[in-house]
C-alpha cells in the first residue's frame, strides 16, 4: 500500500474513531502516530493497539495451562516483597511481561505525552535512552508508542537500551519483533538493544558497565525499580544513587517513577540515630544538589479508560496505577 493511501486510511480511521469515542486526548489524535499502529488496519485506538502489541508477543505464554499458577506465585512474592524468588525463576518472567507489562506500558505512553519535556527528549536525534530493571519490556512498547506522537522524523537515530539482572533476552526479542512489524518501526527510526547486568555491582556486559551506560545515556530512567533495589540492598542502592550523578553527563536527564504508596517508604536514621523517621525514595533524591528538578508529582494516577467510552480487551486483568513522578536535570 502506497504512502498516500496509508495517510488516507489513517486519516479516516481517525475521523471515525474520534466520532464513535469522543475522544479528545491530542496523543490519539496524532496522524503520525496512526500512520504507524494502524499500519495493518487492525487496530481500534492507540491503547488497544499497545496491548496487542503485548499480547501477539506473549501469546504462547498465555496459552500455557501452568499460567494461571505461575500467576499467583508471582502475586504471593510480590505481597512478601520477595523480589528476588519472582526475578531469578527464568519460569516466571514470561509471565511476569504477560502480566504486568500491559498496565505499565499504557502508563508509561501517557507519562510521556503528557509532559513536554519527555516529548522533546523522545524527539532528540540520536537520543539514548537507558532504561534501568526494564527486561519485562514495559518501556519498549511504552516509549516507542510515545516516540511515535512525538516525532514525524522517521530517520531520528532513537535507541532504547533495557537493562535488567534477569535474562529476558526471548520475551524482549519478540516484543521488539512484533512491534517491527505491526507498527512498522524501521531500524533508522528506533533500534533495540539490551544488556543482562547488576545495576548494583555495576556489572560489564558486551564491553560496556552500568556506569558506561549511564555517561552516554541523554535520559536514564527508574520506573518501579528502586523500592526493589533498596529491599534488596540499601547501602548499595544509595552507592548507586551516587554512581548516577557522578556519570550523568551535564544536560542529562534522570526520570524516577515508582510506586506512590508505602511501598516506597524508606527507614532512615534521625537525629538521635535510631531508624524510625520514614521518607519517601524521592525525598532522598530530591535533596542531591547536582540535580534540577524539571518535573514534581508525588501522586499520579493513571486510570484506564471508561469501559463504555473505550473498552480494551486483554486475557488478563488491567489495573489503575498511583505513582510518583520526579524529572531530573544534571547540573
Known sequence: ????????????????????????????????????????GRQTCVSQAILNIIKTACQEHISNEAFESNLQQIKTHFFNREYDAIFSEPKYLP???????????????????????????????NAYIYCMGSGAGSEIVGLTCANLASSTNENQGLEIHCQDYADYSKVQESLEKTLKNQWNIQDSRIKYSSSVADVLKNDNTNGMTVDEHISKATLV??????????????????????????????????????????????????????????????????????????????????????????????????NNMRYFLRLYQKI
Open 1 to 40: 500500500m502506497s504512502k498516500a493511501k496509508l495517510k488516507k486510511k489513517a486519516s479516516r480511521l481517525q475521523k471515525k474513531e474520534k466520532s464513535k469515542l469522543q475522544l479528545k486526548e491530542k496523543k490519539e489524535e496524532n496522524k503520525h502516530l496512526l500512520e504507524h499502529v494502524y499500519y495493518l
Open 95 to 125: 509471565i511476569y511481561t504477560t502480566a504486568y507489562a500491559p498496565s505499565r506500558a499504557l502508563a508509561y505512553n501517557e507519562l510521556f505525552t503528557s509532559h513536554p519535556e519527555l516529548m522533546n527528549i523522545l524527539a532528540t536525534p
Open 221 to 318: 530512567t527508574a520506573m518501579f525499580l528502586m523500592n526493589e533495589l533498596f529491599t534488596m540492598s540499601k547501602k548499595e542502592t544509595v552507592q548507586l544513587i551516587t554512581r548516577l550523578v557522578k556519570n550523568l553527563t551535564k544536560g542529562s536527564y534522570f526520570l524516577l517513577v515508582d510506586s506512590a504508596g508505602s511501598f516506597s517508604n524508606l527507614n532512615v536514621n534521625n537525629s538521635e540515630g535510631d531508624t524510625k523517621k520514614t521518607i519517601m525514595i524521592y525525598q532522598l533524591i530530591d535533596m542531591i544538589k547536582s540535580f534540577d528538578i524539571l518535573i514534581k508529582d508525588d501522586a499520579v494516577w493513571y486510570r484506564l479508560p471508561n469501559e463504555k467510552v473505550q473498552p480494551l480487551h486483554y486475557p488478563t486483568k488491567l
